[in-house]
């Protein structure tokens, strides 16, 4: 499962790197990599609680709320 997630979290920021060699594309991929590392963040904090089923659900939620919160931060 941790490694499922990690390999996403690197998926969802390399294509947030191919869309800066658009200049057109610059917003967009500040915006991918404000959410991506908003995800990442919160999905290590989230893996720090709860230990079994109860860490998992943890990861998951600390990966929706920092997309969330990382997406509303750079006003995407």
Not at 6 to 12: G, I, P
Not at 38 to 67: E, P, S
């Amino acid at each position: 499962m941790k490694r499922a997630m990690a390999l996403s979290c690197v998926a969802v920021m390399l294509s947030g790197l191919a869309a800066c060699t658009d200049p057109a594309g610059q917003r967009e991929a500040e915006c991918v990599a404000a959410t991506a590392g908003g995800a990442a963040l919160g999905g290590l904090v989230g893996n720090q609680i709860g230990a079994g089923t109860g860490n998992t659900l943890a990861t998951a939620a600390g990966v929706a709320a920092g997309a969330v919160i990382g997406n509303t931060a750079a006003n995407c």
